[in-house]
């Protein structure tokens, strides 16, 4: 009769059951790594897999890999070049796709109803029953029952992708950045039929008056004002509908994430490059000059690291690569690039890392006209640059040169308690 009290070891499972733990998708890549060193149960051979993986860690990395949704989508070229860029290791190429996928801004909720509140003159709110301010969340009705992932705001319009890959758009239609191919104003969201057929939107970006989807085939579509170069098709005119970035179409060119700009926007690939085009004031771009680029460029500065986001805004641009670093380039914006030897308004023409950051492991950056905000993989927040308005959550600074953090305080709610001081 069995010991009902002795213990059971990981290493008496069945190695088919190890496998199965190893692979329902809730570890990190980082959690696999520290397996294969703690123990020989996931770094030794169990006849579970092919000779040419290291060891069944290994082997449940690669089964996640090519099971997820970024990796699954690209083509054989883009894999391959992947696989190059990571050494051969299929820890570092799982650690590459969940870093893009933390870093991405998306939202998983259960219901997935948007509420939004603000300044409704242009019914970018998407609300058609008022032209006033809305002052608390209230949910859009015109997309109730439709399940949306990210919302992405311009300066008077709002876009809005599904779960489904689908694209709302509401508010003001000068330029065609709502994407219907005319210049009418939409008061409520309207669904942008002409993206059918190229694919399922899986990421969405907005500058003031355009905006940049990312597909699941790794092809960017942009549309709306043209006066920046920000569309990326070598041209400044206007375009009504989403029109492909040829830059994007070649067969190894897999952009996975964007970032728009106030005049310039940036792209990051599969392989974990970076490609920037638009204005190129104060360095923007990061081509080490001032050069406008009128098509999608790669920033050959990064190509020896591993990006695994990039963040765009007025004239800089931040580039968050996979060991946890951060890039920084352009106007320093009042400190919000976070470098305390330079001035309020200098340039910095070239990627440089934040060196007040290396100690921490940043997991996602965003930022704004002048502040900026990094998360790191231990929770905390750090917020440097313009504090006027309160924007880095401190009330006792008016600016920060240096990453200063930013604590939240708990309040009863936030613990559980009931308002009546039980």
Same mark, same amino acid.
């Given at each position: 009769m069995a010991d009902k009290n002795r213990s059971v070891s990981i290493e008496d499972l069945p190695s088919h059951l190890i496998f199965e733990i190893l692979t329902t998708g809730r570890l990190s890549a980082v959690d696999l790594a520290c397996l294969e060193l703690t123990s020989r149960t996931f770094g030794g051979s169990h006849g579970l897999y092919p000779q040419k993986f290291r060891s069944l860690v290994d082997f449940a990395a690669y089964q996640l890999c090519v099971s997820h949704r970024v990796y699954s989508g690209m083509g054989w070229n883009a894999q391959k070049g992947l696989f190059g860029r990571c050494e051969g290791n299929w820890k570092r190429v799982l650690r590459f796709l969940q870093a893009v996928e933390e870093s991405s801004g998306m939202v998983k909720t259960s219901a997935s109803n948007v509420f939004t509140c603000g300044d409704n003159s242009s019914f970018c709110c998407g609300h058609n029953d008022?032209?006033?301010p809305i002052f608390r969340p209230r949910l859009v009705e015109a997309l109730k029952g439709v399940p949306c992932k990210q919302v992405a705001v311009g300066l008077n319009f709002t876009v809005f992708l599904t779960? !489904?890959? !689908?694209?709302?758009t509401c508010g003001t239609n000068t330029h065609g950045q709502l994407g219907h191919g005319d210049t009418q104003d939409r008061p409520t969201p309207k669904i942008i039929e002409?993206?059918?057929?190229v694919g399922s939107v899986v990421q969405i970006a907005a500058g003031p008056s355009y905006v940049l989807a990312v597909t699941d085939n790794g092809v960017v579509y942009s549309f709306g004002s043209g006066s920046n170069l920000c569309l990326g098709h070598g041209e400044q005119h206007d375009e009504f509908r989403p029109r492909a970035i040829q830059t994007f179409r070649r067969k190894d060119i897999h952009v996975v994430h964007v970032s728009a700009g106030d005049e310039h926007a940036v792209a990051l690939d599969s392989s974990g490059f970076v490609y920037s085009w638009g204005k190129g004031y104060c360095g923007a771009l990061g081509h080490g000059d001032e050069i406008d680029k009128t098509l999608p460029a790669l920033v050959n500065c990064l190509k020896s690291h591993l990006a695994v986001q990039v963040c765009a805004r007025k004239r800089k641009t931040f580039v968050l690569v996979d060991g946890g670093s951060v890039y920084g380039f352009g106007w320093m914006g009042f400190g919000s690039l976070g470098f305390p030897d330079r001035g309020v308004s200098d340039k910095v023409m070239r990627?440089?890392?934040?060196?007040?950051?290396?100690a921490r492991h940043v997991s996602q950056i965003s930022t704004g006209l002048y502040h900026t905000v990094v998360v790191t993989n231990q929770g905390q927040m750090f917020g440097f640059g313009d504090n006027e308005r309160a924007q880095l959550g401190h009330d006792t600074l008016r600016g920060c040169l240096q990453p200063t953090e930013i604590f939240v305080q708990e309040t009863a709610d936030d613990t559980g308690l009931a308002s009546e001081g039980k």
């Open positions: 008022t032209n006033r779960r !489904q890959g !689908q694209l709302y002409l993206l059918e057929g990627p440089r890392v934040l060196d007040s950051l290396r």
